[in-house]
């Protein structure tokens, strides 16, 4: 790598916790992990000093001095805690900013919840009591819906349940069988 400057440090195994909880302590180191992993891993600083001015500021485009505020911050403190970390890749020349192995271990505690979203355990509990009120909308004898066995409103409830966990579990990549190809 002739003429760039590339901070990481390949590191061991995974995070310990201290490390992962001082990272997600900080809001614009998790608004850079988050906006990596929405963005396919890869971006630049001056993209992610933007996007969390924008969150910060709530204004869009954010204000001129806190684009500058985030930028220097990101540049000086953040992203260079990140690198040390192997979170992220973070080339100073180009200013590029990649995912790195370690931010697996970091993504499985954070899950992003819009102002009005469900978190996944608020959208498991929402299933569970849906195919509860099947059930019992069934033995009550409620039309259209008695016209399905209760066992059946059950069962499809449960595989609801499971199609979801399998669909959570492959998208933040955090299954057992993605920490064993590690």
Not at 97 to 107: N, P
Request: one cysteine or more; charged letters at 25%.
């Amino acid at each position: 790598m002739r003429g760039r400057t590339l901070l990481s440090q390949p590191r061991s195994s995974s995070l310990d916790k201290a490390d992962i909880h001082d990272v997600l302590r900080n809001d614009r180191r998790r608004h850079v992990i988050e906006y990596l992993r929405d963005r396919d891993g890869e971006t630049t600083a001056r993209e992610l000093s933007e996007y969390i001015a924008e969150q910060e500021s709530g204004e869009s485009p954010p204000p001129r001095n806190v684009r500058q505020s985030v930028y220097v911050t990101l540049q000086q403190t953040h992203l260079p805690k990140l690198a040390e970390l192997d979170i992220i890749e973070y080339d100073e020349n180009e200013k590029t900013v990649t995912l790195s192995d370690h931010a697996k271990d970091v993504s499985i505690y954070l899950e992003v919840v819009p102002k009005y979203g469900l978190s996944w355990s608020e959208f498991y509990a929402g299933l569970s009591v849906l195919g509860i009120l099947l059930v019992l909308a069934t033995e009550v004898g409620v039309p259209f819906l008695n016209y399905v066995s209760p066992a059946y409103w059950a069962i499809f409830t449960f595989c609801l349940i499971i199609a979801c966990a399998v669909y959570q579990t492959y998208a933040q990549e955090s299954s057992v069988l993605h920490r064993v190809r590690e």
